[in-house]
């Protein structure tokens, strides 16, 4: 066996080809923060793409759902195709494909080519994690990983912080347009510098040279099933709360295609020599645990990045410029600690970090099941803050650890399925948040309007001392009890709506804790030397 397919690295082997590593993790990092970049934003310039084309906002929709389709169907699949293809190759034409597909989303002249541009950026997009994960695992020595996804987890994990102030300003400033065409300069300056500094691994080229000497036997039939599997999945995710879930028919049809597809998937991958997905690796203790956590944290990520900002516009009326300035200080926060956390990987075992950073984001979850209608900016800020503190303690130890035991020849497959967790979790998280959202405010109106009626003592009394109030300020008789009434409508509304999101954050403090056994269940990693292959 050679020490490539035992786990070894050497400067040799690596992606870097001669250049500083970190220069490498730096370049990497710009075609993800563009590509988790324009999906925070697009989400905020969705109303101005719906007046802007003369579509409802439903329909507006289908340019968010379409890009998260097409991106996982590309990125459960990312990995043999850059294995196939090769890596800085498969790299590249993603990058190129997602610039392309920016620049022509910039000039989409209906819905319908927005959707079908939109499609062709989420296949560039689904492919380029995969690839930079792989490239940076090959670049740095199993000692100094965690300082390379440091460097990759401040674009992951900033993006979506950056995203809803960004998109804000620009289309408050600008056009729509200009969401999607902002890509392109950082998608070229990324081929140009990925071209030049980045090089195929030896280990990448030798597996890809065993694939094509033994005769390319590609696996359509794995394919179609996690392609109708995933993108069902994300279908139904992102479409369920707005379509009443299982009480649509056509949701329940594609969440049952969704789930035959993945669950046939696993005989057939797991029968195949070489597997289009290698589910194998789900098998595996630290891998499959790693995998778990990472879907959590996705959700918490995306799920917390949507209903702070959704909460602050609709609840305190701050404009989508300010509601995104309210994330900022936590993407500051995380950027400080990136490097922090980056040096803790190599002398502190992952699973005590992750346990950490579990805490410390339940903590921040459950600091926010305090607010009320009278929160201040700081106070929605500070909550950011703490989840800045603990994101990195559970994004790069996991990603850290999920390579232990996974023979170079098998990078390309394990950060193509690390980065489905992030994704799926992220669709899952939102999803779930929005369905309780919705279900505790008709839980929460139930209860609170027992108390909203003529024969109840407190009511009366209310409505008269309101009345009372808009007479003394101008209004007559008539006019002024009406609006006590719309005025304790409003109110009640608002406490409904309050009470809900409380809800949503107290679930999110609990998914935040689930991860603190599964983390734990990871064994102990040898801080100093390569990791192992099984």
């Not at 065409?181 to 980045?198: A, C, D």
Request: aromatic share 10%.
């Amino acid at each position: 066996m050679t020490d490539t397919t035992a786990g070894g690295w050497s400067p040799e082997r690596s992606a870097a080809g001669g250049h500083n590593p970190y220069l490498i993790a730096f370049v990497v990092s710009i075609a993800t923060f563009m590509e988790v970049l324009d999906t925070t934003i697009a989400n905020v310039a969705l109303r101005h793409i719906a007046g802007g084309l003369a579509v409802g906002i439903d329909e507006s929709t289908y340019v968010i759902t379409s890009y998260l389709v097409a991106n996982a169907i590309v990125l459960s699949i990312s990995g043999w195709l850059a294995t196939v293809i090769g890596r800085k190759r498969f790299y590249m034409i993603c990058v190129a494909t997602f610039t392309l597909a920016s620049l022509l989303c910039g000039l989409a002249w209906s819905l319908e080519s927005l959707v079908l541009f939109r499609i062709l950026q989420g296949f560039g997009g689904g492919g380029m994690a995969t690839s930079e994960q792989a490239i940076l695992a090959d670049s740095f020595p199993p000692a100094k990983r965690g300082q390379a996804f440091a460097i990759y987890g401040v674009a992951v994990v900033v993006a979506p912080v950056v995203g809803p102030t960004l998109g804000g300003w620009i289309t408050d400033t600008y056009t729509w347009h200009w969401v999607f065409l902002i890509n392109v300069p950082m998608g070229l300056l990324s081929l140009f510098l990925v071209g030049m500094l980045v090089s195929e691994p030896s280990g990448a080229k030798e597996e890809r040279a065993r694939l094509l000497r033994g005769g390319l036997r590609v696996d359509f039939v794995g394919f179609a099933l996690v392609a109708i599997g995933l993108g069902s999945l994300e279908f139904v995710l992102d479409e369920g709360q707005r379509n009443d879930w299982f009480g649509s028919n056509m949701i329940l049809g594609f969440a049952l295609v969704s789930g035959f597809c993945l669950l046939t998937l696993i005989p057939w991958e797991l029968s195949r020599k070489d597997p289009i997905v290698d589910i194998s690796l789900l098998g595996r203790r630290q891998f499959g645990a790693c995998f778990v956590v990472m879907l959590a944290t996705g959700a918490v990520l995306i799920a917390t990045t949507q209903m702070l900002p959704q909460m602050l516009q609709t609840e305190l009326n701050y404009t989508a410029y300010l509601a995104g300035l309210a994330l900022s200080p936590g993407g500051i926060v995380t950027m400080m600690m990136m490097p922090v956390v980056g040096r803790l990987v190599s002398v502190v075992q992952p699973k005590y970090l992750l346990v950490f950073g579990a805490a410390v984001v339940s903590l921040a979850m459950w600091y926010l099941t305090g607010l009320n209608g009278d929160i201040t900016y700081g106070y929605a800020a500070m909550s950011r803050v703490m989840l800045g503190v603990g994101l990195p303690f559970l994004f790069l130890p996991v990603t850290t650890a999920s390579y232990d035991g996974v023979p170079p020849d098998k990078t390309n497959q394990a950060s193509a399925l690390i980065n489905v967790a992030r994704n799926v979790g992220g669709s899952m998280g939102v999803a779930l948040a929005q369905t309780m959202l919705a279900q505790r405010q008709q839980f929460h109106q139930s209860r609170l309007i027992e108390h909203a009626a003529p024969s109840d003592i407190g009511y009366q009394q209310t409505i008269d001392a309101i009345t009372r109030y808009f007479q003394a300020s101008g209004s007559s008789a008539s006019d002024a009890a009406g609006q006590a009434i719309a005025w304790v409508g409003q109110t009640l509304q608002h406490q409904i709506d309050l009470l809900a999101y409380i809800d949503v954050f107290w679930m999110l403090a609990i998914l935040g804790l689930s991860m603190i056994p599964v983390a734990l269940s990871l064994r102990s990693i040898d801080l100093g030397a390569a990791p192992r292959g099984h």
